[in-house]
């Protein structure tokens, strides 16, 4: 869906956990290159070649995967478009992130609780064979090398300049990126869009931290927000990222 001269999510519908789910990966590009914030899960390199193949773009120019964090649902198809393609495509993600994209450290909320969690929510109808599938690949989830690493701050070359937001809490590393031409910000998940509303994230590693981190977004002039959960907002985006903040 277009959000944006320039800037588009990939819509990918999954059933990973036994329940249906939307994800909101982002795809960035100008006349030089083409730039993938986030991967969903595995096994949707489909999705991603027809949401290029749609918006023109060639294959070819796809030349950097920016990663906002660890979690299984943003990092799941890495592998898979970084063996698809055969030009040198570079990943980026922060310091704190990469070992775990790497494969270096174990995911931090993929503990035994979380498996048997995870156990629980897989539809009884499923095959033990599928199940078993689900399991292994939150228990060995998928990784790929980090290139290179960004920084809260730093602004990267590419459509007008993306700013790097440091805003942990949902993950030690995770981030958000603006766009500085457009007025875009891809929140990844320092909050999502549920029924309309902006809320704070779940599943956080430091939920006073990623509260306390929705206030970084405040010094920004915001026109559109793009959602990992929820996608695309342009309605009074500034004013209710403002009230989110300040909620807390």
């Known amino acids: 869906?277009?959000?944006?001269?320039?800037?588009?999510?990939?819509?990918?519908?999954?059933?990973?956990?036994?329940?249906?789910?939307?994800?909101?990966?982002?795809?960035?590009?100008?006349?030089?290159?083409?730039?993938?914030?986030?991967?969903?899960?595995?096994?949707?390199?489909?999705?991603?070649?027809?949401?290029?193949?749609?918006?023109?773009?060639?294959?070819?120019?796809l030349s950097k995967i920016i990663i906002t964090h660890q979690d299984l649902d943003h990092i799941g198809g890495l592998p898979e478009l970084l063996n698809e393609f055969p030009q040198k495509i570079d990943v980026l993600a922060t310091d704190e992130e990469k070992p775990y994209i790497q494969g270096d450290r174990k995911l931090l909320k993929v503990t035994q609780d979380f498996i048997h969690q995870i156990s629980a929510m897989i539809p009884t109808e499923y095959s033990r064979e599928r199940r078993q599938m689900i399991l292994q690949t939150f228990e060995n989830p998928p990784k790929a090398r980090v290139d290179r690493t960004i920084a809260d701050g730093e602004e990267l070359p590419i459509l007008g300049g993306i700013t790097v937001i440091h805003t942990p809490g949902h993950t030690p590393g995770h981030i958000s990126l603006?766009?500085?031409?457009?007025?875009?910000?891809?929140?990844?998940?320092?909050?999502?869009?549920?029924?309309?509303?902006?809320?704070?994230?779940?599943?956080?590693?430091?939920?006073d931290m990623a509260k306390r981190s929705l206030k970084k977004f405040i010094p920004y002039d915001i026109q559109t927000v793009i959602c990992y959960h929820g996608g695309i907002c342009k309605e009074n985006v500034n004013q209710r990222i403002l009230h989110l903040a300040n909620s807390y």
């Open 1 to 61: 869906m277009k959000a944006t001269v320039g800037v588009e999510t990939v819509e990918i519908t999954a059933n990973f956990r036994g329940r249906p789910e939307v994800y909101h990966p982002a795809l960035i590009w100008d006349d030089h290159e083409a730039v993938l914030v986030d991967t969903g899960v595995p096994n949707q390199l489909s999705v991603f070649k027809e949401a290029m193949v749609r918006a023109n773009i060639p294959f070819s120019k």
């Open 178 to 207: 603006y766009l500085k031409q457009s007025k875009l910000l891809i929140a990844g998940d320092a909050f999502m869009i549920e029924d309309g509303h902006f809320v704070a994230p779940d599943n956080c590693v430091d939920e």
